[in-house]
C-alpha cells in the first residue's frame, strides 16, 4: 500500500556486512536493498555488523538466520532480500507497474530470479570455493555449469531483444540481473550477448550507480582498518 500524502515518511534502517567477503563487488545482500531504495528514491540508514554480531541475540532477534539484511521501519521488521524489495515495491512506486496484471508478471519475476536462475548459480559459487580440492569436482562442475547454462539459454530466449523482462524496469529486473552478476568473470553470462547486454543495462541506472558506491565505501573503510 502506497503511502498518503500526509503521512510521516519514517526512514528504514538495513543491516549489512562491517567487512564483506565480497571485497566490495556489490554481491552482498544488503546491495540488492540499497539498489531498491535508490530506484524508489527513499533515504535508508544502514547498520553496519561484524561476523560476530551477525550471531549475537540482538541480531537474532531481527533474524532469525544470523545473516544480513534485515529491514526496520515504524515497528516492521523483515528479513530476506527478496521479501524486502517486495514491501519497498509495494509501498513505493517506481518498481511495480500499476495494472494488476503486469504488477503480478513482476512479481512472477523476481521469484523466478530467486528460485529458478540463482540457486545453480549459487551453487556453483560453493564448489568454487570450497570444493575446488575435492576429487569429485572436476567430474561435479560440468554438470553444475550445464543447469546453468538451460536456465540462461530460456532467461535469453524470453528477453529476446528487449531492454527488461516485461516492459518498464521493475523489481523482477533488478533481482534477476543481481542474480546474473554473481556469475563474475565466468565465461556462462558471455554465452548470451543480450544477457550480458542485460546486466550492463541494469549496473548502469543511476540507481545502481548510487547503490554500489554506498556499498564499495564501506569496503574501503574496512580496509583501511
Not at 19 to 25: A, E, L, T
Not at 65 to 85: H, N, R, W, Y
Request: hydrophobic share 45%; glycine share 6%; aromatic share 8%.
Amino acid at each position: 500500500m502506497l503511502l498518503l500524502p500526509d503521512e510521516p515518511e519514517v526512514t528504514a534502517t538495513i543491516t549489512a556486512f562491517e567487512n564483506s567477503p565480497d571485497r566490495g563487488r556489490g554481491l552482498a545482500r544488503d546491495m540488492q536493498v540499497r539498489w531498491a531504495f535508490e530506484e524508489v528514491g527513499q533515504p535508508y540508514d544502514v547498520r553496519l555488523l561484524s561476523f560476530t554480531a551477525l550471531k549475537e541475540p540482538a541480531h537474532v532477534a531481527l533474524h532469525p538466520f544470523g545473516q544480513i539484511p534485515t529491514c526496520e521501519e515504524d515497528g516492521l521488521v523483515l528479513f530476506e532480500s527478496g521479501a524486502i524489495i517486495l514491501h519497498i515495491a509495494e509501498r513505493h512506486p517506481g518498481l511495480l507497474p500499476k495494472e494488476p496484471n503486469a504488477r503480478a508478471r513482476a512479481i512472477s519475476w523476481m521469484f523466478a530470479a530467486l528460485n529458478t536462475i540463482e540457486p545453480p548459480i549459487t551453487a556453483r559459487e560453493a564448489a568454487v570455493l570450497t570444493e575446488k580440492d575435492e576429487p569429485w569436482y572436476e567430474a561435479r562442475m560440468p554438470i553444475v555449469e550445464a543447469r546453468i547454462r538451460r536456465r540462461l539459454e530460456a532467461l535469453s530466449n524470453q528477453l529476446g531483444n528487449a531492454d527488461w523482462l516485461d516492459g518498464d524496469f521493475s523489481a523482477g529486473d533488478l533481482l534477476m540481473i543481481s542474480a546474473l552478476r554473481r556469475l563474475g568473470r565466468s565465461s556462462l553470462l558471455k554465452e548470451h550477448s543480450n544477457l550480458a547486454a542485460y546486466v550492463a543495462r541494469g549496473e548502469a541506472r543511476p540507481a545502481y550507480q548510487r547503490a554500489f558506491e554506498a556499498q564499495l565505501e564501506v569496503f574501503k573503510a574496512a580496509s583501511k582498518d
